[in-house]
């Protein structure tokens, strides 16, 4: 299993960013995906995931700024971020979630920085 994510930087504040996260070694399009981010000095934060079906959630702080979406095609998902604040400022990583043997097991990447600033 391995997930690649791309796409981090330099934004300035109001900027826009789109993440990207490759997914190989398992069935994507069976498999809910997931962005989080860990900023210094403060715990995880789920930031947006996207099931199998293609619903979605979003942490409350993101809901109306970022854009999580999923090409099955490609076996990768996808963050569009606007509306960018210095508070996003962070590593930002991608997580798949899979069963195995009736238990999940969350697979990391080993994260992509972004960077909002004047």
């Known amino acids: 299993v391995q997930v690649v994510e791309s796409g981090g930087g330099l934004v300035q504040p109001g900027g826009s960013l789109r993440l990207s996260c490759a997914a190989s070694?398992?069935?994507?399009?069976?498999?809910?995906m997931s962005w989080a981010r860990q900023a210094s000095g403060k715990g995880l934060e789920w930031v947006s995931g996207i099931y199998e079906d293609g619903s979605f959630y979003y942490t409350p702080p993101m809901r109306g700024r970022f854009t999580i979406s999923r090409d099955n095609d490609r076996n990768t998902v996808y963050l569009q971020m606007n509306s960018l604040k210095p508070d996003d400022t962070t590593v930002y990583y991608c997580v798949a979630h899979l069963w195995v043997a009736d238990e999940r097991l969350n697979y990391w990447g080993q994260g992509t920085p972004v960077t909002v600033s004047s």
């Open positions: 070694g398992f069935t994507f399009s069976s498999s809910a």
